[in-house]
């Protein structure tokens, strides 16, 4: 048998005997089955994107895209997704053929009692180096293509999470936007109640030059009307905290607050969602198809270093020159050349593969739990908002009914103390339920729009991606 023969044998029955052997400890963790966490509506159909647009409000508009433009949470969540994306990118170039162009030049001295004989040995020289290398790993148990799918995959769940900053973003944007609604509205209802506490104010004035009633009645309704300012000042406070983080969600600061003007959303336009939760809500998740990929991700990094434990097989080769003294280095007689495989077989490594291998698997039962944890909260959130989207609805219809009662009750009273027919406490009770009821009225509807871009949110938004 020749030598080369014999060398080939020997690699192969080192290859078959002498890898270290993989614990056999399986991952704890697995993973939720959609299936039994009962979701047993219809079909989402997923909204269009820019789903605020359904508001009607072309300043939310303008809000929305800027805040998707200069937001620096989403352009950090972007730049992730860049970095990972590269990080994929030089993953995958190690599966391909490395070629490198090396040179040196060394000046040293030679020992004249080695192996160069004279004039070489005990003298000084220089020794010069040029060549290309090769190398390419051959990857015959697929550790290479485990990485490279590994980084890709990485990248994609950065994809997903930059996703997702977009959605909770374009909401707090429209939260932030309902708030704004509120408090205007809010104040123009105490613009409503001052006019109706001035002409109560009006009555009892008349009341008192007639003797019909005392500066008791006087001074409360002088009271009433002036906490109405209050309750003014209170609404502008809201507003302006509301105008202030709308500037800072699109990435402004104080010199855009007077570039807000007054809103037109109605508070009345609804967003066309579902009632019930659907049954495929978890493929309209970022978040979870975000966490879906990590444990893909994960289980890419087990099969990575249960490969370890395997030979490492490269092809190398190098071709250059190769001299004593600068001024030779370019002669045929310089030239040098190799080509071969080098084989690299863990044999005895203290643990450390054994180690690494159970760390890949704590590591796939930490991505597999994460998972568990996403797809708990995306049914519990989507739950949340449909039992409060449906309770709010309910409340609306009660609170009209109770405002329609309220204001006919005021006005009746209203007509009954001017004549004479009733008395100071009896008005002022009634207004206070007018004005109570249209206060919770303007609430309750805030309440119902942001509901709706909650539930809006927890559905998914206008994302779409099946989970495999």
């Given at each position: 048998?020749?030598?080369?023969?014999?060398?080939?044998?020997?690699?192969?029955?080192?290859?078959?005997?002498?890898?270290?052997?993989?614990?056999?400890e399986?991952?704890?963790?697995?993973?939720?089955?959609?299936?039994?966490l009962?979701?047993?509506?219809?079909?989402?159909?997923?909204?269009?994107?820019?789903?605020?647009?359904?508001?009607?409000?072309?300043?939310?508009?303008?809000?929305?895209?800027?805040a998707?433009?200069?937001?620096?949470?989403?352009?950090?969540?972007?730049?992730?997704?860049?970095?990972?994306?590269?990080?994929?990118?030089?993953?995958?170039?190690?599966?391909?053929?490395?070629v490198?162009l090396?040179?040196?030049?060394?000046?040293?001295?030679?020992?004249?009692?080695?192996?160069?004989?004279?004039?070489?040995?005990?003298?000084?020289?220089?020794?010069?180096?040029?060549?290309?290398?090769?190398?390419?790993?051959?990857?015959?148990?697929?550790?290479?293509?485990?990485?490279?799918?590994?980084?890709?995959?990485?990248?994609?769940?950065?994809?997903?999470?930059?996703?997702?900053?977009?959605?909770?973003?374009?909401s707090?944007?429209?939260?932030?936007y309902?708030?704004?609604?509120?408090?205007?509205?809010?104040?123009?209802?105490?613009?409503?109640?001052?006019?109706?506490?001035?002409?109560?104010?009006?009555?009892?004035?008349?009341?008192?030059?007639?003797?019909?009633?005392?500066?008791?009645?006087?001074?409360?309704?002088?009271?009433?009307?002036?906490?109405?300012?209050?309750?003014?000042?209170?609404?502008?406070?809201?507003?302006?905290?509301?105008?202030?983080?709308?500037?800072?969600?699109?990435?402004?600061?104080?010199?855009?607050?007077?570039?807000?003007?007054?809103?037109?959303?109605?508070?009345?336009?609804?967003?066309?969602?579902?009632?019930?939760?659907p049954?495929?809500?978890?493929?309209?998740?970022?978040?979870?198809?975000?966490?879906?990929?990590?444990?893909?991700?994960?289980?890419?990094?087990?099969?990575?270093?249960?490969?370890?434990?395997?030979?490492?097989?490269?092809?190398?080769?190098?071709?250059?020159?190769?001299?004593?003294?600068?001024?030779?280095?370019?002669?045929?007689?310089?030239?040098?050349?190799?080509?071969?495989?080098?084989?690299?077989?863990?044999?005895?490594?203290?643990?450390?593969?054994?180690?690494?291998?159970?760390?890949?698997?704590?590591?796939?039962?930490i991505?597999?739990?994460?998972?568990?944890?996403?797809?708990?909260?995306?049914?519990?959130?989507?739950?949340?908002?449909?039992?409060?989207?449906?309770?709010?609805?309910?409340?609306?219809?009660?609170?009209?009914?109770?405002?329609?009662?309220?204001?006919?009750?005021?006005?009746?009273?209203?007509?009954r103390?001017?004549?004479?027919?009733?008395?100071?406490?009896?008005?002022?009770?009634?207004?206070?339920?007018?004005?109570?009821?249209?206060?919770?009225?303007v609430?309750?509807?805030?309440?119902?729009?942001?509901?709706?871009?909650?539930?809006?949110?927890?559905?998914?938004?206008?994302?779409?991606?099946?989970?495999?």
């Amino acid at each position: 048998m020749s030598p080369h023969m014999r060398f080939l044998a020997a690699a192969a029955a080192t290859v078959l005997t002498g890898c270290v052997s993989t614990p056999g400890e399986a991952p704890r963790e697995s993973a939720i089955a959609p299936g039994t966490l009962g979701l047993q509506g219809p079909a989402y159909v997923p909204v269009a994107d820019g789903w605020w647009l359904g508001l009607g409000d072309p300043q939310l508009d303008r809000l929305v895209q800027e805040a998707l433009t200069r937001n620096p949470s989403l352009a950090a969540a972007l730049a992730r997704v860049r970095s990972a994306q590269e990080q994929a990118i030089a993953a995958g170039s190690s599966d391909n053929p490395q070629v490198t162009l090396d040179g040196s030049a060394t000046r040293e001295r030679v020992s004249a009692n080695f192996i160069f004989p004279p004039p070489y040995g005990g003298s000084t020289i220089w020794e010069a180096r040029l060549g290309a290398n090769f190398a390419w790993n051959l990857d015959f148990w697929d550790r290479q293509g485990a990485l490279i799918a590994q980084a890709s995959q990485v990248a994609q769940a950065a994809g997903l999470d930059a996703a997702g900053t977009g959605l909770l973003l374009s909401s707090a944007v429209t939260q932030a936007y309902v708030e704004l609604v509120r408090a205007r509205q809010l104040e123009a209802l105490t613009g409503r109640a001052a006019e109706q506490r001035g002409r109560l104010l009006g009555l009892t004035q008349q009341r008192v030059h007639a003797g019909l009633d005392s500066n008791v009645e006087l001074r409360t309704a002088e009271a009433n009307l002036a906490l109405i300012a209050v309750e003014r000042e209170q609404t502008r406070v809201v507003q302006e905290s509301a105008i202030h983080a709308l500037a800072a969600l699109t990435g402004h600061g104080a010199e855009a607050y007077s570039r807000i003007e007054a809103p037109t959303l109605d508070l009345e336009r609804a967003l066309d969602l579902p009632q019930t939760l659907p049954a495929d809500l978890l493929a309209h998740r970022p978040d979870v198809a975000a966490a879906h990929m990590r444990v893909t991700a994960a289980q890419s990094g087990r099969e990575a270093a249960h490969a370890n434990f395997y030979p490492n097989i490269d092809l190398i080769a190098f071709a250059g020159f190769v001299s004593i003294g600068l001024d030779r280095l370019f002669e045929s007689d310089s030239r040098q050349w190799s080509v071969g495989p080098a084989i690299h077989l863990p044999l005895l490594d203290a643990g450390r593969l054994k180690a690494e291998y159970r760390k890949s698997g704590a590591d796939l039962d930490i991505a597999t739990a994460s998972y568990n944890e996403t797809v708990l909260r995306a049914v519990r959130e989507s739950s949340d908002q449909v039992s409060r989207l449906r309770g709010l609805d309910q409340q609306l219809a009660d609170q009209q009914r109770a405002l329609d009662a309220a204001e006919s009750a005021y006005g009746m009273a209203e007509q009954r103390y001017g004549a004479g027919l009733s008395n100071f406490l009896t008005v002022l009770n009634a207004e206070t339920q007018v004005i109570n009821a249209r206060r919770q009225r303007v609430n309750l509807l805030a309440d119902r729009t942001a509901a709706r871009v909650a539930l809006l949110v927890a559905l998914g938004g206008s994302f779409e991606e099946t989970i495999r």
